[in-house]
């Protein structure tokens, strides 16, 4: 077990982005689709932190989060267990689902076929 997988004590639910054939799917309002909810392991840090999205701007997150797989952004994440929903379908529907905005992988020291990923919500 490495180091980034022992600190992940927390559970958190994950909606990817729904997509075929490579692109993402749209509903008839040209709003995104969500896959099914995934209850993965993380490490939820509240915590602001400056970055630079993707166009360019400085934006701050609201929250670090650590996780245990590549995500993506645009996706949606909660913490908490698929048992705690309310409401599985739709990620805008629950209170404290947060989209993620930037995805950060760090390949470890020792094995650089283990990575480290964070996700800033």
């Known amino acids: 077990m490495s180091f980034y997988t022992k600190m992940l004590r927390q559970k958190a639910v994950w909606w990817p982005l729904a997509s075929a054939s490579g692109t993402q799917q749209l509903d008839a309002y040209g ?3 969500y896959g099914d909810p995934i209850e ?4 939820w840090e509240d915590t602001a ?5 993707s ?3 400085t934006r ?6 650590f996780v245990d797989r590549d995500l993506t952004v645009g996706g949606f994440i909660f913490l908490g267990t698929l048992s705690s929903l ?3 379908t739709d990620p805008k529907n629950t209170e404290g689902a947060m989209e993620i905005l930037q995805i950060q992988k760090t390949p470890g020291i020792k094995k650089v076929t283990e990575f480290g990923r964070r996700v800033l919500v």
Do not use: K, L, N
């Not at 701050?60 to 989060?65: C, G, N, T």
């Open 31 to 33: 709003q995104f689709v």
């Open 40 to 43: 993965i392991d993380c490490r």
């Open 49 to 53: 932190e400056d970055f630079i999205a």
């Open 55 to 57: 166009d360019g701007t």
């Open 60 to 65: 701050v997150s609201s929250a670090v989060v």
């Open 86 to 88: 309310i409401d599985p």
